[in-house]
C-alpha cells in the first residue's frame, strides 16, 4: 500500500496511509494500535505473526486498523505489509515514548511507539479509540522513588478511547487508580466491577462504573463529547479472560521474587519495568507472555467492536437518534 501526503506537508506532519485517510474521510470505524509490543515485547518471528493477527482482528470485525510507527524520522498512522515487516524484524527500532517523538522525527530516526506515543499521534490524527495490552502507572516504592509512567499525564490531556487489561500487575494499581482520578481520567470497567490486573482478572480494587456492551462505552464516550470540558482519555479496562489469566498463586510468588532481585541489584528508573517483565516471563515458562497476548487480543476486538458501534450510531458526524430526534 503506498503512503500519500498532501502535498507541501511538513516533514514533521504525521503521514496517514491511504487507508487511514480514506476510512477517516468516509467515517469509516478505525482503531490504533501501538507497535512497541512488535519490536520489543515479542520474541521473533512471532512477533510478526502476532502483528498480522491483530490487524486481522480489527479487520475481521468491520474496522481499519492503524499500527503507528516512526520510520525514517516521519510519524506513520497506519503501516503497509513492508513496513510492518520492518518494524518487526529490525534490531535497531527504537523505543519511543511521547517526549522522544521530536528528537527521533528531528534525528531521522526509527521506533515503535508506547502507550504515550501512540495515543498522542492517534489523537491528532483523529482516531477516537485504540487498544493496547496494559498502562504504565505509578510504581511501587513511589515515596522513595517518584517514579510514574509518563502513559498517565499523557492520557489526562488525551482524547482518546484506550481499551487495556488495566495496567501492568508489576506497579502500585490502588496508587495508579488514585492518580488517574486525580487527573481526570475516565475509567470503565467492561462486564466487571474490578479493576484488571494485566496478567489478572482482577486487580482487587474496585472500579465505579460498568459497562456490558460496546453500545455503552460509546454512549459514554458521546456523553463526553458532548459535555466538553478539558481533554482526558476514557480508559475501558477489559479483563483477561479466567481460563487464559496467569495462575494467581504463580504470579505473586514470581513478582515477589522478582522485586526482591530488583532491590537486590540496585536495578531503578526505566529498567525496572523490562527487567519485572523479563522475570515474569522467564519464571512462569512463558504462562506470562500468553496471558499479555490474550489480553491484548480481547481488548483488540473489543476496541474494534467499540469503534464500529460508534460508526453505526453516527457519532463524530450527526451525532445518536436522540439528536437526530430533536
Request: proline share 6%; hydrophobic share 45%; net charge negative.
Amino acid at each position: 500500500m503506498s503512503l500519500n501526503t498532501p502535498a507541501g506537508a511538513h516533514p514533521y506532519v504525521p503521514v496517514l496511509s491511504a487507508e487511514i485517510q480514506e476510512a477517516l474521510a468516509a467515517h469509516r470505524p478505525t482503531v490504533a494500535l501501538e507497535s512497541t509490543i512488535i519490536a520489543h515485547g515479542l520474541p521473533r518471528p512471532r512477533n510478526r505473526r502476532v502483528a498480522e493477527e491483530l490487524e486481522e482482528l480489527v479487520r475481521s470485525a468491520g474496522a481499519v486498523p492503524a499500527t503507528i510507527a516512526v520510520l525514517d524520522g516521519r510519524a506513520h498512522i497506519g503501516l503497509d505489509k513492508d513496513q510492518l515487516e520492518r518494524v518487526a524484524e529490525d534490531p535497531a527500532m527504537r523505543k519511543l515514548g511521547h517526549r522522544d517523538l521530536a528528537p527521533a522525527l528531528a534525528a531521522g530516526a526509527s521506533g515503535a511507539t508506547t502507550v504515550s506515543a501512540t495515543a498522542f499521534l492517534a489523537a491528532r490524527a483523529g482516531l477516537r479509540v485504540f487498544a493496547t495490552g496494559g498502562l504504565g502507572g505509578v510504581h511501587r516504592d513511589w515515596t522513595a522513588t517518584q517514579d510514574e509512567s509518563a502513559d498517565l499525564r499523557l492520557l489526562a490531556r488525551t482524547d482518546i478511547t484506550v481499551v487495556c487489561a488495566g495496567v501492568k500487575s508489576i506497579l502500585d494499581v490502588p496508587a495508579t487508580l488514585q492518580r488517574l482520578e486525580t487527573l481526570g481520567v475516565g475509567v470503565l470497567g467492561y462486564g466487571t466491577e474490578h479493576f484488571p490486573g494485566f496478567y489478572l482478572s482482577s486487580s482487587g480494587e474496585p472500579v465505579d462504573w460498568t459497562v456490558r456492551t460496546p453500545e455503552e462505552v460509546v454512549e459514554v464516550m458521546w456523553a463526553r463529547e458532548t459535555l466538553g470540558g478539558p481533554a482526558a482519555a476514557l480508559i475501558v479496562a477489559n479483563p483477561v479472560p479466567q481460563k487464559d489469566q496467569l495462575d494467581p498463586a504463580l504470579h505473586d510468588r514470581v513478582l515477589t521474587q522478582a522485586l526482591d532481585a530488583c532491590r537486590e541489584r540496585g536495578i531503578v528508573g526505566q529498567a525496572v519495568t523490562p527487567f519485572l517483565l523479563d522475570h515474569l516471563m522467564q519464571h512462569t515458562g512463558g504462562a506470562s507472555l500468553e496471558a499479555n497476548l490474550a489480553a491484548v487480543r480481547g481488548n483488540v476486538s473489543l476496541a474494534a467492536r467499540i469503534a464500529v458501534a460508534r460508526s453505526a450510531a453516527g457519532h463524530g458526524t450527526a451525532g445518536p437518534k436522540a439528536a437526530a430526534a430533536q
